[in-house]
């Protein structure tokens, strides 16, 4: 009976795919175990707005900063949890400690001092208002006489 050598990859052929990609392809949570937030930026008319999943914080986890035209966003998150059994006398500590940076830089369109963040169902929201002047206006449609 033969079989079909097509309908099966090879093993080299795995190996090479996973071997030959460089640690620095792979994904960060992989190599340090850690993650950072995945972000959106959306541009509308009047504002960019910058979205990030963080879910299992609080509001007050977070520290948002402008330094020299660059937005900041960062949090630092520390748990402890002990169990104590008396009988066993056994005690078991968990430690947690969570935290993140992110950078962007400011367009010179953005209303730095106008700038607000709110925090609902784990995706933290930046609103960045823009100048009157970079607002994006209508297209205007001018008659042929």
Not at 35 to 62: H, T, W, Y
Not at 99 to 118: G, N, W
């Amino acid at each position: 009976m033969k079989v079909d050598q097509s309908l099966f990859p090879r093993l080299s052929n795995l190996w090479e795919d996973f071997l030959g990609k460089d640690i620095t392809d792979l994904p960060n949570n992989w190599k340090t175990g850690a993650s950072v937030p995945a972000v959106n930026i959306v541009e509308k008319s009047d504002k960019f707005l910058v979205q990030l999943a963080i879910p299992g914080m609080d509001r007050n986890d977070f520290k948002i900063n402008i330094d020299n035209g660059v937005l900041s966003v960062a949090s630092e998150k520390e748990e402890e949890h002990e169990e104590k059994d008396k009988e066993s006398k056994y005690t078991r500590r968990e430690f947690c400690y969570q935290s993140f940076k992110r950078s962007f830089t400011l367009p010179e369109s953005v209303q730095a001092d106008k700038i607000e963040a709110k925090y609902e169902n784990g995706i933290l929201e930046i609103i960045l208002p823009k100048h009157e002047v970079a607002r994006v206006k209508p297209v205007k449609q001018i008659p042929v006489k």
